[in-house]
């Protein structure tokens, strides 16, 4: 895999998995929903710079955009965060004690259960790190 470094604007990207009610029965019933989020600039390196952007690192965290609704009319049995988080780094590249994200790295979401296989940081610009 290419060593493209993680930074402001990249996404995490994959899909959860809710348990939605259905407010007619009370049955319930596993849904996939989309996650795509930016990260979010508090949880970045903002003092390393790639190409004037904030680096990634483990525990970066992005927000769902449009966050998960359940369809109309039912409910979440347990209400997604619609947080995202780089949960594994492949490099051993450190920030401030902490490894440098790179495209395709871990991530965790607000998916129930361990969904999270597919769940990956997706870049819009590449830029290098390591080897």
């Given at each position: 895999?290419?060593?493209?470094?993680?930074?402001?604007?990249?996404?995490?990207?994959?899909?959860?998995?809710?348990?939605?009610?259905?407010?007619?029965?009370?049955?319930?019933?596993?849904?996939s929903?989309?996650?795509s989020?930016?990260?979010?600039?508090?949880?970045?390196?903002?003092?390393?710079k790639?190409?004037?952007m904030?680096?990634?690192?483990?525990?970066?965290?992005?927000e769902?955009?449009?966050?998960h609704?359940?369809p109309?009319?039912?409910?979440f049995?347990?209400?997604?965060?619609?947080?995202?988080q780089?949960?594994?780094?492949?490099?051993?590249?450190?920030v401030n004690?902490?490894?440098?994200a790179?495209?395709?790295?871990?991530?965790?979401?607000?998916?129930?259960g361990?969904?999270?296989?597919q769940?990956?940081?997706?870049?819009?610009?590449?830029?290098?790190?390591?080897?």
């Amino acid at each position: 895999m290419n060593p493209f470094i993680a930074k402001s604007g990249d996404l995490i990207q994959g899909t959860d998995v809710h348990t939605v009610v259905n407010s007619t029965t009370s049955e319930t019933q596993p849904q996939s929903f989309p996650f795509s989020g930016a990260f979010i600039p508090a949880t970045l390196e903002a003092k390393v710079k790639v190409n004037d952007m904030a680096v990634a690192t483990v525990n970066s965290q992005a927000e769902n955009q449009p966050p998960h609704e359940p369809p109309p009319s039912d409910t979440f049995s347990d209400p997604p965060t619609n947080l995202g988080q780089l949960s594994s780094c492949r490099i051993k590249v450190k920030v401030n004690g902490k490894n440098v994200a790179r495209d395709g790295d871990s991530c965790t979401t607000c998916t129930e259960g361990d969904q999270n296989a597919q769940v990956r940081v997706q870049q819009k610009v590449k830029v290098c790190i390591g080897s």
